[in-house]
């Protein structure tokens, strides 16, 4: 997957009722969620960005909440991808199971607002077209890759049924003599 | 191999013989939660990838308790997909306005939690349950649904941290006052993909709802947990009140490894409060004493239980609180709010001049039941202080401990308790 768009930067430690505040959280449609994305912190964004922007920050992105709306106002806004120093680590899951394309990468200090990035998803690389230079992501780890490659969680776990010979789920039972607490 | 509690649970939970921090597993749930926030997404997510029936419809928890009793028509329609999906599926436990409580509080009130089990929950502050010696860790809406298949959860096994406390607590020092010190200490990702365990004779002494609140607030250094090794405090818990929870008691290794380990001298905390806009800007509360409030909320998931409301009452009896400032105190569950008013907890707020509310998360996150203005400032028994998460995005939110909450809001401003 490749992805082209302007930057839109970010500070560190962007926390989920900055993303979506929990006043818009009576709804679970990413479009009207995607009207109020990120407007605590930067006035009308969702009237500014243009589809396949790509958002840029520092370090924690998606601290907070557990909610997935946060993955899903982003996707309703527009934006094709997040580059960031680090992700809170319940974001990070929930990107990777909705299927919302996130890197990290070691820096992110010198990509302004406004630059033109090209990310290939595949290759784990970053180019700056207008700086004119490269980076190197994170490889995501093969398990990760491999939720990724199915389409996101839900139909990784149709695959894994279908690969497995034991029944799990779908009203099967998936425990075995395992201790019961009570 | 030596193991830390964290890493012996988990273990517990697959089927691998040996476990290591970095490993992805797959594990088996003893618990999934879901809230009227939450749980809607996860149950079309459900629904659309085709699934008929839970794994087990005694293993999942349904908690309608953030925009409840509904704040709207909208928030209605999410309460309700909770209520069919529960009729649908035949699920044990669901909690109806009357019964319902912010879930945190309520589940391990009603024994669904103990020690040794695997909880998600789709909510942050699901990491609430290692206070009794669970692996219980914050999911998203698309785990869950997951887990209400298939009964299982991804993971990567976190490292640990250590973190000890030793000495003899203050007065008007307690859980919360030390969790808020460690995320001023580490910071907001100070525990990133992490464990954190707590440990030391500080903790070993400190009763359960403290344990509560400290693993409560885990998530808001980043961690993926947090975790108090289960002992005779938590054995009374469990087996007190009705419940009847058995558990398995894991400790950690001698020798196991952490990748940190950190120490404090809990006779040198003060009360805390954390500025806004991150839990991480905590000082003593004795550094805030010119910043003026319009409202003061006692309760949440974090402090919202019984000792919490005896400690504020403590702090209340027999004074009025300052006329410019709304008191909103939220018991966390309907058993608490009964027994406040039992203890006459109840008449000592509204006495004061305060509100005495039904269980809800209410204003924690600006839901409902005390939403500020635009400029307006609150101190707060809750966990986060983000900017606009109590209401208008220019309005602050100081987070403290029950004491400095209710001086605070006799006095208008940010006190210590002994002020009052």
């Known amino acids: 997957m490749k992805f082209k768009g302007k930057v839109w930067k970010f500070k560190n430690d962007v926390n989920t009722d900055e993303i979506i505040s929990a006043r818009f959280l009576n709804t679970q449609d990413p479009a009207e969620l995607g009207e109020h994305c990120m407007e605590d912190i930067v006035a009308d964004f969702s009237k500014k960005i243009s589809r396949g922007d790509i958002i840029v920050a520092g370090k924690n992105f998606g601290c907070g909440s557990s909610r997935e709306h946060a993955q899903l106002a982003i996707k309703g806004a527009g934006v094709s991808c997040v580059i960031a120093e680090s992700f809170a680590r319940i974001f990070y899951r929930n990107a990777i199971n909705v299927g919302l394309p996130i890197l990290e990468i070691d820096s992110t200090s010198d990509i302004q607002e406004g630059d033109y990035l090209e990310v290939d998803l595949d290759k784990g690389t970053l180019l700056n077209l207008s700086e004119n230079k490269e980076y190197n992501a994170q490889p995501l780890p093969k398990f990760i890759q491999e939720i990724i490659k199915s389409g996101g969680l839900l139909k990784w776990i149709r695959l894994r049924q279908r690969r497995s010979s034991k029944k799990i789920g779908y009203g099967g039972q998936v425990r075995k003599g395992k201790r019961c607490t009570r | ?420």
């Open chain 2, 1 to 420: 191999m030596a193991y830390t509690i964290t890493e012996k649970i988990l273990l517990a939970h697959t089927d691998k013989k040996s476990i290591t921090p970095g490993d992805f597993i797959y594990a088996k749930i003893d618990l999934a939660l879901g809230n009227d926030i939450t749980a809607p997404i996860a149950i079309k997510e459900f629904k659309s990838a085709g699934a008929k029936k839970v794994f087990d419809r005694k293993k999942i928890a349904l908690v309608p308790d953030h925009f409840t009793p509904a704040k709207d028509k909208k928030s209605a329609e999410q309460a309700r997909i909770l209520k069919d999906f529960a009729d649908e599926q035949d699920i044990e436990n669901y909690f109806e306005v009357g019964r319902m409580g912010v879930e945190h509080a309520l589940l391990p009130e009603k024994g669904l939690v103990g020690p040794g089990d695997l909880i998600i929950g789709a909510d942050s502050h699901t990491c609430t349950y290692g206070a009794l010696g669970a692996f219980s860790t914050g999911i998203g809406s698309t785990d869950l649904a997951a887990g209400f298949i298939t009964g299982c959860v991804w993971l990567k096994v976190p490292e640990s941290i250590k973190f000890v406390y030793s000495g003899k607590l203050g007065k008007w020092v307690g859980g919360k006052d030390l969790i808020l010190y460690t995320i001023g200490d580490i910071g907001v990702d100070g525990a990133l993909y992490k464990a954190m365990e707590f440990t030391g004779e500080t903790i070993c002494k400190l009763p359960m709802d403290d344990r509560f609140a400290m693993c409560n607030m885990a998530i808001e250094a980043g961690g993926k947990s947090g975790i108090i090794e289960p002992d005779e405090i938590t054995r009374k818990y469990i087996r007190s009140e009705g419940r009847n929870v058995k558990g398995v008691f894991f400790k950690s290794d001698k020798d196991a490894r952490y990748c940190d380990v950190r120490e404090y001298d809990v006779s040198k905390i003060e009360p805390q409060v954390s500025a806004p806009h991150l839990p991480s800007n905590a000082r003593p509360a004795s550094k805030f004493k010119n910043v003026k409030i319009d409202q003061s909320v006692i309760g949440s998931c974090t402090n919202g239980r019984i000792t919490d409301l005896r400690i504020a009452a403590k702090v209340l009896k027999g004074k009025k609180i300052n006329s410019r400032v709304r008191l909103v105190v939220l018991p966390a569950t309907q058993k608490i709010y009964s027994q406040a008013i039992k203890e006459g907890l109840a008449d000592i707020f509204m006495n004061s001049g305060g509100v005495f509310s039904t269980p809800s998360c209410g204003p924690c996150l600006g839901g409902h039941l005390g939403i500020l203005a635009k400029g307006e400032r609150a101190i707060a028994t809750t966990n986060r202080n983000f900017r606009g998460r109590m209401g208008h995005p220019e309005s602050e939110v100081y987070l403290s401990n029950p004491a400095v909450a209710a001086a605070s809001a006799i006095k208008g401003r940010i006190a210590h308790p002994d002020e009052v």
